[in-house]
């Protein structure tokens, strides 16, 4: 499994699982595409966007200050999605883990993720792997 910096070429795959992670989620309200879009280009010039073996998987994050601490960096996850025919194979922490590296050399002190109730499986993995959830987010210390 190969997981590497997302670059515009991964555009469009990445919005059409976009839209598979929404329906997955039910969420409420509908999704557009061409917000997922900009918001796909803003973390992939941002360097914050990384994606699996043909875009089976990826995670994007923002990095900003804690609101309370300007000193301490937060990569905030921002999406996280593996596809279902990829799932139970390691990818989705493979992908956590590269983008845990990688926001630790961008110079974030913090990693954070918000999970819906419905995303058992990734709520297991993140809990295993130590984070704390606070104020409705899953963080851990890098």
Partial sequence: ??????????????????????????????????SA???????VRNDTLLVADDVA???????????FNNEVIVAKEHFWYVLPSERKTGLGMAL????????????????????PQESKRAIELVEKEGYQLMHGEYGVAL
Wanted: hydrophobic share 45%; net charge positive; aromatic share 12%.
């Fill in 37 to 43: 879009a900009q918001s796909v280009l803003a973390l």
């Fill in 96 to 115: 956590l883990e590269a983008a845990r590296a990688k926001a630790k050399k961008q110079g974030a002190t913090w990693f954070s993720v918000q999970l």
């Fill in 1 to 34: 499994m190969t997981i590497r910096d997302a670059s515009y070429d991964d555009l469009t795959k990445i919005v059409a699982r976009g839209i598979l992670h929404h329906k997955e989620l039910k969420i409420p309200w509908p999704f557009d595409e061409l």
């Fill in 57 to 67: 998987g990826y995670i994007g994050y923002e990095l900003g200050p804690m609101y």
